[in-house]
């Protein structure tokens, strides 16, 4: 004997939209006697390397040579990875400038950018005091969890 399992077409709408609007991969409900999950398959990256985009240079600034972004793996001693899935935002606003760029130095807990996850601006403070190396995001991209944002040495 088969049992029915009456499938709730809403709630899966709405799971489904709050997948695109958070751009999460997976989200599951439970309400104590079934549990819902849709997840998003998504096509494989090998490796995601992106930079800042090029400042206009100001009269008397020198050009600054920078090494090419590397692939770099969370168990690098310098990464910083992303808490959350969400998406990554180098600068407070528009308008703004970054918080930070290759070369700066920081300190333990300066901002190093926003990650806006569900409508919320988190900001992600610097792990250690050190120079910023590498910024392996791109302004307004998604990020995933785990994944390698910065490198600081």
Partial sequence: MTT???VDADMIRRLASLIDETGLTEIEYD?????IRVARALAPVAAQVASAAPQP??????PQMQPAPQVVDAGHP???TAPMVGTAYLQPDPQAPQFVNVGDRVEKGDTLLIIEAMKVMNQIPSPRSG???QILVTNG?????GEVLMIID
């Fill in 57 to 62: 240079m100001q009269s008397g600034d020198q």
């Fill in 31 to 35: 309400d104590g006697t079934r549990k």
């Fill in 78 to 80: 310098g990464a910083v």
């Fill in 4 to 6: 029915k399992f009456d």
């Fill in 141 to 145: 991209h998604p990020v995933e969890y």
């Fill in 131 to 133: 120079t910023v190396r």
